[in-house]
T-cell receptor, first 115, second 111 residues
Framework: EAQVTQNPRYLITVTGKKLTVTCSQN?????MSWYRQDPGLGLRQIYY???????DKGDVPEGYKVSRKEKRNFPLILESPSPNQTSLYFC??????????????FGPGTRLTVL | GQSLEQPSEVTAVEGAIVQINCTYQ??????LSWYQQHDGGAPTFLSY??LDGLEETGRFSSFLSRSDSYGYLLLQELQMKDSASYFC????????????WGAGTKLIIKP
């Protein structure tokens, strides 16, 4: 089954404690991205990656890191989480542009609370 | 700069037709997509327009006019399950093909 998986689905942590949210896709997609969603603000892109070892900042990259060492995985790292990073996070993947469509496949989301 | 504008909220009656508009400003338009998101769920893909005109998928249709930098999503025969948020998104060639998102339109359907 084609899917994007994220772990954990829910996480409560404390300020300053490093954490990683994993994202994996099984569709051999080149393009992967991370979003955060806050009430009334829609989806805001944090980082995206066009392929292995290629990452770019989105609209709200401060306080986040990513890596793309393998095509299927795109972890999101919060080195020193702060309460303003409390949010709902989504990972998404898609094939490269030029394939006639632009379908983003989203993971189920990770609800993060930083105390 | 890049921007997308869509209404924050639209209300319609069950069985009716509703149109959600999206106007965009980008440096290199590549395509316009629409997504649906129910409360607590992940966004799911609805449709994609790269060329001018209408794309139809069942009760949902999407329209694009590149000369007007405008598109819309048309939902027909509205059902209560269509109550959700709808997002337009534009792929921007001028920003390394970054996907730019609108803030979303909350569709409220009344019986």
């Amino acid at each position: 089954e084609a899917q994007v998986t994220q772990n954990p689905r829910y996480l409560i942590t404390v300020t300053g404690k490093k954490l990683t949210v994993t994202c994996s896709q099984n569709m051999n997609h080149e393009y992967m991205s991370w979003y955060r969603q806050d009430p009334g603000l829609g989806l805001r892109q944090i980082y995206y990656s066009m392929n292995v070892e290629v990452t770019d900042k989105g609209d709200v990259p401060e306080g986040y890191k990513v890596s793309r060492k393998e095509k299927r995985n795109f972890p999101l790292i919060l080195e020193s989480p702060s309460p303003n990073q409390t949010s709902l996070y989504f990972c998404a993947s898609s094939s490269i542009v030029g394939t006639g469509t632009d379908t983003q496949y989203f993971g189920p989301g990770t609800r993060l609370t930083v105390l | 700069g890049q921007s997308l504008e869509q209404p924050s909220e639209v209300t319609a009656v069950e069985g009716a037709i509703v149109q959600i508009n999206c106007t965009y400003q980008t440096s290199g338009f590549y395509g316009l997509s629409w997504y649906q998101q129910h409360d607590g769920g992940a966004p799911t893909f609805l449709s994609y327009n790269a060329l001018d005109g209408l794309e139809e998928t069942g009760r949902f249709s999407s329209f694009l006019s590149r000369s007007d930098s405008y598109g819309y999503l048309l939902l027909q025969e509205l059902q209560m399950k269509d109550s959700a948020s709808y997002f337009c998104a534009v792929r921007d060639r001028g920003s390394n093909y970054q996907l730019i998102w609108g803030a979303g339109t909350k569709l409220i359907i009344k019986p």
